[in-house]
Nanobody
Framework: QVQLVESGGGSVQAGGSLRLSCAAS????????MAWFRQAPGKEREGVAQ????????YYAESVKGRFTISRDNAENTAYLQMDSLKPEDTAMYYC???????????????WGQGTQVTVSS
């Protein structure tokens, strides 16, 4: 079992930055891969970024490449999402998720946090 708790959401103007955090606790191998998803009102949930435990393997959605950076601190069991150059279309509830492997697919994440809201105004 893995418990995930997100923090760091808020409201920001377009062009601004936010940093999300996801603290994990529980069975560590189940969180070898940590990821961020987002869901905007009326839209399907989409994968944003993944990072493997070593930190060198990452995956990003095309829509955030070059603007968002995922990282993790294994000593603190925490993953981060640095979001720069934010756009109004980045407005969504952001969720942290975990599974034991990373890959180019975005399915199979069995552990989820409660979410943190990000709102970007124009």
């Amino acid at each position: 079992q893995v418990q995930l708790v997100e923090s760091g959401g808020g409201s920001v103007q377009a062009g601004g930055s936010l940093r999300l955090s996801c603290a994990a606790s529980g069975t560590t191998y189940s969180s070898n891969c940590m990821a961020w998803f987002r869901q905007a009102p009326g839209k399907e949930r989409e994968g944003v970024a993944q990072i493997y435990i070593g930190g060198s393997t990452t995956y990003y959605a095309e829509s955030v490449k070059g603007r968002f950076t995922i990282s993790r601190d294994n000593a603190e069991n925490t993953a981060y999402l640095q979001m720069d150059s934010l756009k109004p279309e980045d407005t969504a509830m952001y969720y942290c998720a975990a599974r034991w492997f990373c890959g180019s697919n975005w399915s199979g994440f069995g552990y989820w946090g409660q979410g943190t809201q990000v709102t970007v105004s124009s």
